[in-house]
């Protein structure tokens, strides 16, 4: 059973930064990928970064593209999302998710492509 436990969130100001963590167990997830996600209250929930397991390939969103680095440990299987100057909009429950599926050239956005789904942590970015 994969287990994907989100932490790290909490409130930050308008500019800086926190670092979230994604601990991952029940599988070897070298043949999966693995994303960030989050949901504003009143919103869908949205694509904002994603890393090709094996291999380490990264995608991100628009409107968090050079702001946010998502990396992995290998050894300690676990995600990490950097997010730096952090804006308001950034405010949101941020979701970890995994998908099994490892085909070339795939880059998974959407939520109903993801598989597993961590419990969410928020983050708050004042003004």
């Known amino acids: 059973q994969v287990q994907l436990v989100e932490s790290g969130g909490g409130l930050v100001q308008a500019g800086g930064s926190l670092r979230l963590s994604c601990a991952a167990s029940?599988?070897?997830?070298?043949?999966?990928?693995m994303a960030w996600f989050r949901q504003a209250p009143g919103n869908e929930r949205e694509f904002v970064a994603g890393i090709r397991w094996s291999g380490g390939s990264t995608y991100y969103s628009d409107s968090v593209k050079g702001r946010f680095t998502i990396s992995r440990d290998n050894a300690k299987n676990t995600m990490y999302l950097q997010m730096n100057s952090l804006k308001p909009e950034d405010t949101a429950v941020y979701y970890c998710?995994?998908?099994?599926?490892?085909?070339?050239?795939?880059?998974?956005?959407?939520?109903?492509?993801?598989?597993?789904w961590g419990q969410g942590t928020q983050v708050t970015v004042s003004s």
């Open positions: 998710a995994a998908d099994s599926y490892y085909g070339g050239g795939y880059y998974p956005r959407t939520v109903s492509e993801y598989d597993y």
């Open positions: 029940g599988r070897t997830f070298r043949r999966y990928v």
